[in-house]
T-cell receptor, first 116, second 113 residues
Framework: NAGVTQTPKFRILKIGQSMTLQCTQDMNHNYMYWYRQDPGMGLKLIYY???????DKGEVPNGYNVSRSTTEDFPLRLELAAPSQTSVYFC???????????????FGNGTRLTVT | DQQVKQNSPSLSVQEGRISILNCDYT??????FLWYKKYPAEGPTFLIS?????DKNEDGRFTVFLNKSAKHLSLHIVPSQPGDSAVYFC????????????FGTGTRLKVLA
């Protein structure tokens, strides 16, 4: 059971370039999340989704876009990369159904992105 | 505004002793609280959680305490082991229907052999 898989593991972008961070989960979880971790700043929520076709903003959504066309996949898009988006990005998922209301997040191993 | 706060960036403890990690929150709508452990170059790993209807939850060497009136939770690790050395994050989820999980800034625990 792979859990939450993120690709790529590392990426270097030039300012103004765009890219998509991929996230897929095989646990049939309804809810998926994107976080970024900056040194000393903990994990900040970028976007989340409670099901296919439904997304919502988190704490730091500016500069990012998401889509959720399937239960399994939740890609994060950076359109015009900026140095401030240098960070480690984590995708997470949870069941989110009433029968498992208190369910923890399961995380992928992250994508380390550098924008220069 | 930081809704979940971990005011101690780091903590050092001798092997075999108790480690106590603290977390404060400001949002009274949080109803589910979690602790995660993170090693370098890996994603956070779930450790233990507690619902707001309880004040204590145990799982082996790990115990989480919740004081709702003080809006404070703590993680106790007894006995501490060198393999426990990692960054620990507390997190909280709101009942307001948004299903957001908000994280603190983390505490780096170092267990000395």
């Amino acid at each position: 059971n792979a859990g939450v898989t993120q690709t790529p593991k590392f990426r270097i972008l030039k300012i103004g370039q765009s890219m998509t961070l991929q996230c897929t989960q095989d646990m049939n979880h309804n809810y998926m999340y994107w976080y970024r971790q900056d040194p000393g700043m903990g994990l900040k929520l970028i976007y989340y989704s409670v099901g296919a076709g439904i997304t919502d903003k988190g704490e730091v959504p500016n500069g990012y876009n998401v889509s959720r066309s399937t239960t399994e996949d939740f890609p994060l898009r950076l359109e015009l990369a900026a140095p401030s988006q240098t960070s480690v990005y984590f995708c997470a998922s949870t069941l989110g159904q009433a029968s498992s209301y208190n369910s923890p997040l399961h995380f992928g191993n992250g994508t380390r992105l550098t924008v220069t | 505004d930081q809704q979940v706060k971990q005011n101690s960036p780091s903590l050092s403890v001798q092997e075999g002793r108790i480690s106590i990690l603290n977390c404060d929150y400001t949002n009274s709508m949080f109803d589910y609280f979690l602790w995660y452990k993170k090693y370098p170059a890996e994603g956070p790993t779930f450790l233990i959680s507690i619902s707001s209807i309880k004040d204590k939850n145990e799982d082996g060497r790990f115990t989480v305490f919740l004081n709702k009136s003080a809006k404070h939770l703590s993680l106790h690790i007894v006995p501490s082991q060198p393999g426990d050395s990692a960054v620990y994050f507390c997190a909280a989820r709101s009942t307001s229907g948004t299903y957001k999980y908000i994280f603190g800034t983390g505490t780096r625990l170092k267990v000395l052999a």
